[in-house]
C-alpha cells in the first residue's frame, strides 16, 4: 500500500485512501443498488443509486470508526499513530508499536470489532424502530423488508453489514484482531510473546487455507453453509484467504524482528569509521580514490568536522563520464537538509522502519551535528540474523 492520498484528520489522526480503495468503493455501491433494487421494485434508479451511494459511505464510516476505536485506544496508551488507511481490504491502523503488554493488546484488538458490533445493533434497532411497517397490511413475513422506507432499509443493511464485521474481525487468526485477542491470551498463559505469535500466527495461517480451499470449492460450484455457492463469491473468499496468508506471515517477521531489535541502540551497531569524503574532490577522484578502494557505496561527505551530506554510487551514475572531473561530490551529493539521520542513542528498530519507508541502503548517525557513524540496512539484517531463530527475508 505505498500509492493513495490523505483526505484528512480525525482526532489529530491523518486519514489515507489507498487507490485500491476506490474499486472495492464502486464495487460495494453497486452491490447495493443490487439489493436495494431486488428488495424494492418500485424505487426509481435514482433513489435507488443515490442510496447506494449513501449506504456505501455510511459503511465506510462505519469501518473508519472500527479503526478509530483501535488508534484510539493505542494512543490512550502512549502508542503512536501515524495514520489510518482504507484499502481493498477495509481498513488498517498504522500503530507504531506493539503492545506492551497481553492485557493492552487485548483491549485494543477487541475494542475494533466491539465498536463493529455496537454500530451494527443501534443500526439495526433504528432501523427497526422507524421502519416497522403494519405487520397486518403485509402478505407474509419475508415481505417485511421490501415494506421498508428508504432510511430503515440503509440502517438495517449496512447494520447487518456491520455484525458481520464484526464477527468477521473475531476469527482468531492473526493479525485478524481476533487472532491478536488470542495472542494476548497465549500470551498472558505463556508469558512469552514471541511464542505467542507464532501460534496466533499457525492458526491465522491454517484458517487463510480454509478461505483459500473453501473458495476454489465455491468457484466450482460446492455451496458452503452461510457463504453460498458461485464464481465470484469463492474467487473473493479465496483472494482473502491469500491476503490474511501473506499478512499473517509477514505480520509474524515485524514482531520477531521488533522483539530482536527491542531495546538495541543505533550505536551497538552502526560503523564507527565509515570512509568519508570532503565536498571539493572531484568525482573523478571520488570514483578512483574512494568508491573503487572500497567494499562501500555510499560515503558521508565530511566538511570541517560536520556531516554535509552524503554521496552514493546512484549520484555517480547519474554523470556523463567527460563530466568526472569537472563536477565536485558537492554539486552531485544528497546534501544534509535533505538526508534522514539518526542519532546514536535512537532504537535499532526506528531506523530499519527508516531505511524501508525512506528506501535508502544507510543512514549517517549523527549527534550534535557531527557524524558519529554510519548504519546500514545489511548490517541491521545481520544482526537480525544472528539474535533471531527463525529465518528472516533479506529485505533488499
Ligand atoms: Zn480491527
Do not use: C
Not at 481476533?178 to 512469552?192: A, N, P, Q, Y
Not at 530482536?260 to 572531484?282: A, F, K
Not at 552524503?310 to 567527460?322: M, N
Amino acid at each position: 500500500m505505498s500509492g493513495g492520498f490523505r483526505i484528512g484528520k480525525i482526532f489529530g489522526i491523518n486519514i489515507r485512501i489507498d487507490w485500491s480503495w476506490f474499486f472495492i468503493f464502486v464495487l460495494v455501491t453497486w452491490n447495493l443498488a443490487i439489493v436495494f433494487g431486488q428488495l424494492h421494485l418500485d424505487w426509481g434508479i435514482l433513489l435507488r443509486w443515490g442510496l447506494a451511494l449513501v449506504g456505501s459511505l455510511l459503511f465506510f464510516g462505519s469501518v473508519l470508526a472500527h479503526e478509530l476505536a483501535h488508534s484510539l485506544y493505542a494512543r490512550s496508551k502512549g502508542v503512536p499513530i501515524r495514520s489510518i488507511t482504507l484499502f481493498l481490504f477495509g481498513g488498517v491502523s498504522n500503530i507504531q508499536r506493539e503492545p506492551e503488554a497481553p492485557g493492552q493488546e487485548f483491549v485494543m484488538a477487541i475494542i475494533g470489532p466491539a465498536t463493529s458490533l455496537l454500530i451494527g445493533i443501534i443500526f439495526l434497532l433504528i432501523g427497526g424502530a422507524i421502519g416497522t411497517p403494519d405487520v397486518g397490511a403485509v402478505p407474509n413475513p419475508g415481505f417485511l423488508l421490501p415494506a421498508l422506507g428508504p432510511i430503515s432499509t440503509i440502517l438495517l443493511v449496512i447494520g447487518s453489514i456491520n455484525i458481520v464485521i464484526g464477527i468477521f474481525n473475531l476469527i482468531p487468526g492473526f493479525p485478524l484482531d481476533g487472532g491478536r485477542v488470542l495472542r494476548s491470551i497465549l500470551w498472558r498463559i505463556t508469558g512469552d510473546v514471541r511464542r505467542a505469535t507464532r501460534w496466533a500466527t499457525w492458526v491465522g495461517q491454517v484458517i487463510a487455507w480454509l478461505f483459500i480451499i473453501g473458495g476454489i470449492a465455491m468457484a466450482f460450484g460446492v455451496r458452503l453453509p452461510i457463504l453460498g455457492t458461485g464464481l465470484i463469491a469463492g474467487l473473493w473468499l479465496a483472494f482473502i484467504g491469500w491476503f490474511l496468508y501473506s499478512a499473517a506471515t509477514q505480520s509474524y517477521q515485524q514482531v520477531v524482528i521488533q522483539d530482536v531489535l527491542e531495546g538495541v541502540p543505533v550505536s551497538r551497531m552502526m560503523r564507527t569509521d565509515p570512509p568519508t569524503v570532503t565536498p571539493d574532490i572531484s568525482v573523478d577522484s571520488l570514483v578512483y580514490e574512494h568508491v573503487m578502494q572500497t567494499d562501500d557505496y555510499a560515503f558521508p561527505v565530511i566538511e570541517e568536522d560536520h556531516l554535509a551530506g552524503i554521496v552514493t554510487l546512484q549520484d555517480v551514475r547519474g554523470i556523463p563520464r567527460e563530466e568526472w572531473s569537472d563536477k565536485t561530490v558537492n554539486e552531485i551529493m544528497t546534501p544534509l537538509p535533505e538526508l534522514v539521520t539518526v542519532t546514536p542513542d535512537q532504537q535499532a528498530a526506528e531506523a530499519l522502519e527508516r531505511l524501508t519507508t525512506r528506501d535508502v541502503r544507510q543512514l549517517p548517525v549523527v549527534d550534535d551535528g557531527h557524524m558519529v557513524g554510519l548504519v546500514r540496512r545489511q548490517d541491521i539484517i545481520k544482526w537480525l540474523q544472528l539474535h533471531s531463530d527463525s529465518d528472516i527475508e533479506k529485505q533488499e
